[in-house]
């Protein structure tokens, strides 16, 4: 990932190099050579159309073969591989505080073994922060209110600068941390010491400590949809718009329930706005994608799921994917 | 021609006409206001200037020892809105565009003398409440105001230095809606659209952008206001609101913006070279268009400020290709400026050392710009030390060394004395050398990974080598930037006496004494000749006569 | 010394400023500058719409739950004075044109009057809203207000304060502006008053005409985007 970064800003240091040469080149060739001397006047050239064509149409040619490969890497920088561990960070003024799906909690630090595909769910207390590791080549805003997710994927072992990168106040230069990447084995080791168990069963937990399933039944007689295999999927809305039931429409679900009926159920769930904080909610995302087939990954290739309410027509979401 | 000796009586100007503090401050004349704006620009330059000089200084040290991380987050703020809001938006329209511009269309005076004289005074008023909000606690929120930080979290003075900025947007506006109609309505028979000077063009693009973009930052500072103060949630998600929302309609203006730091100062070096190479300008309307072009699309491009902010991908592919639009006329012209050297007669005065400088400053920034319009690698080096380095190449090393070209190449015809030549190349000199060594490390600084708006880099002190050499760039820099204030100065009493123009310049600015009658002209001229006519003037035609009346 | 290319037996008219060459100069440069001023504005209550515009779309029951409870009989009555109100501009501008001093002087005061009109139903409307607690602030109230056509769905609260404070800052601004408009009529109404506009030169009362309709027409827009939200 980071060659890609790199191997685009070499490219890039070569055009501009050549371009740069190309001017100072040309200004200190015309200084010196045509330099004012009595007797020899200037000649008034008026301009050249093709010319002006030729540096207007090259430069935009060569602008646009960067924006592509610019495209690209970026494309591949904001998708996430499916099966990717996943990692939820809760930045703060002013620390990063992580936590594993397995359940691993971390403040300022992020062990991760090398070669595999890390994502990063990510929401933030109070202002707007950035998850930055340069070595990386990697960047991502962290917002509060909603969830944005970024991935990478270490391939060589150490530990690596971690930076906020979004002003935020008074200690902005001290949210500082690292990544540490490890060999598979390590990794293991230090995973088995001391856990709390999955995040998802700490969501469980909670799930069932609010009340939630009072509502959200594993059968089709709750007042609320059945949350199996919801995650990932499409949801057929009151209002006909159909959307995805990704993170970031959890959390909303849970914080301001009233924004997105399902069709066919009513508007009753309270919302759980300032009862429930950034880590609960981490933990409930984690519990209600552990109800899809697939496990973590909201499981786009498993079998679809049905959303059939209790009352009204039986539901099914508009498409299968 | 020139004539070296000061004469006995001093001819009557817009500077003797009237004395007394009640003649300048009630003034009407665009030269006087133009005089007016130097010198409350020159001295907010120097109060930015003294705040980049404290963090320079704390940069020095990988740890923050020199001031508490509050005050450097205020040094960093009030730096940037008064290096942008109260030196670079007004420089070069507010001083060279207000004296220049009526003169070289041939006006007596811009259309509305009194809003003018307003635009001034509602740009004291916002000075004098920016100076007051820093002498009594400052704001910490960076230039760039983000919510929620700006309006629930920092406990600064938000308030006061929003509308600081808002006020000083009114100032902004007046000048541009002055400049268009002006230009528009009080052209001189005979001159033409074609015939203008590309100054003009550079300003009149500028000024769009001014009308157009300026209420929008207005509306935001606003809403960040009455955020903070009634606590109302339009840009805080606690409340229901988008910070996001914050970040468009912010960027929205100040995108445009650095287009009106820049499109003067690329009116100003079009005129030096021209003069300096004894030619018209290759490309005449191809230079005119960029202009407007560069107006235009940078209305389009404000969210690649935004690219890891958290917008869609499709919204950020549509970002990165029009900000690769923008760039086109941007090349292009730093192509006309080259071409017009060649088979010129180029002389190497301070102001075209100046326009060499800028040219060599402004093509590097840009093309950093490039790299940053690229999605890839803009994610990896935005909110790093590479942006800054980018964004000061342009706006120190292109627009202020342009407002300082035009300075140098205008101050005969303001003050009627010439500045000392070899003092002045030195400058221009030290200037250039100073300026990379400030700024070149800066990108090496930002690839490796230094986040800016840090005071404390003692995690990181890989980093101090490149912070080292940047200070010291910095104080070289500070050098070449107050010797043309200590020797302007000195010319007004000192300096040898100017001939009406010294550079045999193109234009009917220089049709006038130096310095210039208040009402500019005696006699209206009247326009039959093509802009840059270097071949007449050098010919030996003597200066293109004035139509008598 | 500064003379126009036109002939030297012009009669100066006072009103003729020194740095113009003809009347028609400085009454296009005038002209063009209201417009050029007024596209300023436009952009200034653009960025308020664009905030509205997203919000709106965001969070629509709400919104319309909101906007519900604001009067539209007082809204409807306000846009009618204003209209009516740009009427009496016009009329005051033909006035000055065909020399009908009575007209021009009469329809300038009937514009204040309107004007005034305006201001104060705008009063009696803010004063509802904050016997209501529909004042975004530590006062909020928003509870427990039906989504329109959903009985049963309870309106957010914090989105219906969105609503509102955007409903105040658009109107407030909008009544701002109307005030600097009656300080500009009150000098119109003066200077008319002391004779200064004939059918040669009304110059002012155009440029003053034209900010006027602006006002008003920021308004036509306003009224049916705060309170006609899904009215049906």
Not at chain 1, 65 to 90: H, L, N, Q
Not at chain 1, 172 to 198: C, D, F, K, L, R
Request: with cysteine; glycine share 10%.
């Amino acid at each position: 990932m980071a060659g890609n970064v790199d191997a685009l800003f070499i490219f890039l240091l070569i055009v501009s190099g050549l371009m740069t040469l190309l001017i100072f080149v040309a200004v200190v060739y015309f200084a010196a050579r045509y330099r004012h001397q009595p007797g020899i006047p200037a000649e008034q050239i008026e301009g050249s159309t093709p010319l002006e064509l030729t540096w207007s149409i090259i430069p935009l040619g060569v602008f646009m073969v960067i924006f592509a490969w610019g495209a690209v890497v970026y494309f591949k920088g904001r998708t996430p591989p499916r099966d990717s561990t996943e990692v939820y960070v809760v930045a703060k003024q002013w620390m990063w505080k992580l936590e594993h799906a397995e359940g691993q909690r971390e403040i300022n630090e992020l062990h991760v073994p090398v070669g595999r595909d890390v994502k990063l769910i990510m929401t933030s207390q109070d202002v707007i922060h950035s998850f930055f590791v340069p070595a990386f080549r990697m960047k991502q805003d962290v917002l509060p209110g909603r969830y944005t997710v970024a991935w990478f994927r270490a391939i060589k072992p150490g530990t690596y600068h971690l930076f906020c990168a979004e002003y935020c106040g008074t200690q902005h230069s001290g949210m500082i941390g690292s990544i540490v990447v490890m060999e598979p084995a390590q990794y293991e080791a230090w995973m088995s010491g001391g856990t709390t168990g999955p995040l998802s069963a700490s969501g469980e937990k909670i799930f069932s400590e609010l009340g939630c399933q009072t509502c959200h039944r594993s059968d089709t007689q709750g007042r609320g949809p059945n949350l199996q295999g919801v995650f990932g999927k499409p949801v057929l809305l009151e209002d006909g718009r159909t959307v995805t039931a990704d993170e970031n429409y959890v959390r909303e679900s849970i914080l301001d329930p009233g924004a997105k009926i399902v069709k066919g159920f009513k508007p009753v769930m309270p919302t759980f706005q300032g009862l429930v904080s950034e880590e609960q909610l981490n933990a409930l995302v984690a519990y209600v994608k552990s109800l899809s087939q697939s496990g973590q990954n909201g499981g786009e290739t498993a079998k679809p799921a049905t959303v059939v309410p209790s009352q009204g027509p039986a539901n099914r979401p508009s498409k299968g994917k | 021609m020139a004539t070296a000796i000061a004469q006995p009586v001093e001819r009557e100007n817009y500077l003797n006409k009237h004395y007394g503090v009640g003649s300048w401050l009630l003034t009407t004349d665009h030269k006087r206001i133009a005089l007016l704006y130097l010198a409350s620009i020159t001295f907010f330059f120097f109060i930015g200037g003294f705040f980049a000089l404290l963090i320079r200084l704390e940069l020095l040290t990988p740890a923050g020892d020199l001031v508490q991380a509050d005050t450097y987050n205020k040094l960093f703020t009030m730096h940037g809105q008064v290096m942008i809001f109260f030196f670079l938006i007004p420089s070069i329209p507010a001083v060279l565009g207000n004296f220049l511009v009526p003169m070289m269309i041939g006006a007596k005076d811009l259309a509305f003398p009194k809003i003018n004289l307003l635009s001034w005074y509602i740009y004291a008023i916002a000075g004098i409440l920016m100076l007051h909000c820093m002498l009594t606690g400052g704001v910490d929120t960076g230039w760039t105001f983000y919510t929620p930080f700006s309006t629930a979290f920092s406990n600064t003075k938000v308030i006061e230095a929003g509308l600081a900025i808002f006020i000083s947007g009114f100032s902004s506006i007046l000048t541009g809606l002055n400049f268009i109609v002006t230009i528009h309505r009080m052209r001189a028979p005979g001159m033409t659209w074609s015939r203008l000077p590309l100054f003009i063009w550079a300003h009149y693009a500028t000024s769009i952008i001014q009308i157009l973009g300026t209420p929008v930052v207005a509306i935001t500072l606003v809403l960040v206001v009455a955020e903070r103060a009634l606590h109302l949630g339009i840009f805080d998600p606690k409340l229901g609101g988008d910070p996001l929302l914050f970040q468009h309609l912010f960027w929205f203006y100040s995108h445009p913006a650095v287009y009106i730091m820049i499109l003067p100062s690329m009116g100003v070096v079009t005129e030096i070279i021209a003069c300096f190479s004894r030619k018209r300008i290759f490309g005449y309307s191809f230079v005119a268009l960029s202009s407007i072009a560069i107006a235009v699309f940078g209305f389009l491009v404000w969210a690649h400020h935004m690219f890891v902010a958290g917008i869609s991908v499709y919204a950020a592919l549509v970002f990165s290709i029009l900000s690769y639009a923008v760039a086109v006329p941007s090349a292009v012209k730093v192509f006309n400026w080259t071409a017009t050297l060649y088979k010129g007669s180029i002389r190497y005065d301070a102001p075209m050392l100046y326009a060499f400088g800028f040219l060599g400053l402004f093509t590097m920034g840009g093309l950093t710009g490039l790299f940053l319009s690229a999605l890839g690698i803009n994610v990896h080096v935005t909110d790093t030390y590479f942006v800054i380095a980018h964004f000061h190449y342009i706006m120190v090393g292109g627009a202020l060394m342009g407002y300082l070209g035009g300075m140098h190449f205008w101050w005969p015809k303001i003050t009627g004395r010439l500045y000392p030549e070899g003092w002045a190349r030195l400058a221009a000199l030290i200037v250039f050398v100073g300026f990379n060594l400030t700024f070149f490390p800066q990108f090496i600084l930002g690839y490796l990974g230094m986040p800016r708006r840090y005071y404390d880099y003692s995690h990181m002190p890989e980093f101090q080598v490149l912070n080292v050499l940047s200070t010291a760039g910095a104080t070289v820099l500070g050098v070449g930037y107050l010797l043309p204030m200590m020797y302007f100065l000195w010319s007004m009493r000192y300096g040898k006496p100017a001939p009406d123009n010294p550079w045999r310049a193109a234009g009917l600015e220089w049709q006038t004494p130096s310095p210039p009658p208040t009402f500019n002209f005696e006699t209206e001229p009247v326009v039959t000749w093509e802009a840059y006519n270097y071949d007449e003037i050098d010919k030996g035609h003597k200066e293109v006569p004035q139509v008598v009346g | 010394m500064a003379v126009s290319s036109s002939s030297h037996e012009d009669v100066h008219n006072p009103a003729l400023l020194h740095h113009f060459a003809t009347e028609e100069q400085q009454r296009d440069a005038s002209n063009l500058g209201m417009w050029i001023f007024l596209g300023t504005e436009v952009m200034f209550f653009g960025g308020l719409f664009c905030a509205y515009l997203i919000y709106r779309l965001l969070y629509f029951p709400d919104f319309a739950a909101a906007s519900r409870t604001i009067d539209a009989a007082l809204g409807g009555t306000n846009t009618a004075v204003l209209i009516c109100s740009s009427l009496t501009v016009v009329l005051a501008i033909w006035g000055a044109q065909t020399a009908r001093r009575g007209v021009m002087i009469g329809c300038l005061i009937l514009t204040m009057v309107f004007g005034l009109a305006f201001l104060g139903i705008k009063g009696v409307e803010y004063k509802q809203k904050f016997d209501e607690h529909h004042v975004p602030g530590p006062s909020f109230n928003f509870e427990n207000v039906p989504v329109p056509g959903h009985p049963d769905q309870m309106a957010n609260p914090r989105h219906a304060q969105i609503f509102f404070s955007l409903y105040f800052i658009m109107t407030g601004l909008h009544a701002l502006h109307m005030i600097v408009g009656l300080g500009i009529f009150t000098w119109l109404l003066w200077a008319a008053w002391k004779g200064r506009f004939t059918p040669e030169y009304h110059t002012p009362l155009e440029v003053g005409g034209l900010y006027w309709h602006f006002v008003d027409i920021v308004w036509i827009y306003l009224f049916p985007l705060l309170y006609l939200i899904d009215r049906h």
